[in-house]
């Protein structure tokens, strides 16, 4: 079974920054899809960034497009979700997510594997 551990979360202000990582044990990380969602309180669980193996093809949700960007180190088993120019109602708990089959499209539902999340707040 794949484990997945989010980390990088926190408080930081509007405009402000953080990059969050998720390290996974699995030894075919390399060629899982890999995501990011997140859950704001009394919310529904949503899409935010998704990774492809090999070739590193992205995509996002168009509330997050040209502000968050995700990456992985295949060497680390490792993805990471960098946000910049955050915004209060980009608050939510972030989980990673890791899907062995990527075929599906689009790519915002039925991963297999998630973490148990990382708290984002932004807040002035």
């Known amino acids: 079974q794949v484990q997945l551990v989010e980390s990088g979360g926190g408080l930081v202000q509007p405009g402000g920054s953080l990059r969050l990582s998720c390290a996974a044990s699995a030894r075919s990380f390399s060629r899982y899809r890999m995501g990011w969602f997140r859950q704001a309180p009394g919310k529904e669980r949503e899409f935010v960034a998704a990774?492809?193996?090999?070739?590193?093809?992205?995509y996002y949700t168009d509330s997050v497009k040209a502000r968050f960007t995700i990456s992985r180190d295949n060497a680390k088993n490792t993805v990471y979700l960098q946000m910049n120019n955050l915004k209060p109602e980009d608050t939510a708990v972030y989980f990673c997510a890791a899907d062995p089959d990527t075929s599906t499209w689009p790519p915002t539902y039925a991963y297999d594997y998630w973490g148990q999340g990382t708290q984002v707040t932004v807040s002035s």
């Open positions: 990774i492809w193996p090999i070739t590193g093809s992205t």
